[in-house]
């Protein structure tokens, strides 16, 4: 065999070794998918259910991220259905009379850092009050139909996928 041919077929050899690299199937961005939402027998505040998964297991935040980019790790929007189109109304902003000024509202909250030594894949269901209620907030009388969309960020800083809750009917 030729000197040529050799070294062809020795570089053919490193190129299939080395070159070609499978990919993890595991997706780094945590992934979330709605289960349910429903407002609390008071009307006050929003609870809703949804399964996550995070391939290398970073969810959650300390007591000691509390600012930047880990001030919040679950990011909520609120919609209001008016004349039949959803329309975005957070954050929310309503005038404090008391305080003679605008108060802001942001519906981002935090999810409690999640132990996970062995950085394995994490899933399970989350269940989030949404506490300060829209509803309360509202200056234009109460809505009758509202929904959520909510997003989920992990310590590396990656972003899930979106969800909506379905519509839920005001009381």
């Not at 519906?107 to 989030?128: C, H, Q, Y």
Request: aromatic share 14%; hydrophobic share 35%.
């Amino acid at each position: 065999m030729q000197l040529g041919v050799k070294i062809a077929i020795i570089l053919f050899s490193f190129v299939l070794l080395f070159g070609c690299k499978k990919k993890d199937p595991t997706p780094v961005a945590p992934t979330i998918t709605f289960s349910e939402a429903f407002l609390s027998a008071t009307n006050d505040y929003s609870i809703v259910r949804f399964e996550f998964y995070d391939g290398d297991g970073d969810l959650g935040l300390t007591q000691d991220e509390n600012t930047g980019e880990y001030e919040y790790n679950l990011f909520v929007d609120y919609y209001e259905k008016i004349n039949g189109v959803w329309v975005l109304k957070s954050p929310l902003i309503r005038y404090d009379n008391d305080e003679q000024k605008y108060d802001t509202t942001y519906l981002d909250t935090r999810i409690p850092f999640i132990e996970n030594e062995s950085k394995d894949a994490l899933e399970g269901e989350m269940e989030v009050d949404l506490i300060m209620h829209p509803l309360l907030y509202n200056n234009n009388g109460s809505p009758d139909t509202i929904k959520y969309e909510l997003v989920l960020k992990d310590r590396a800083l990656h972003y899930s996928n979106k969800i909506s809750t379905t519509e839920l009917i005001v009381y």
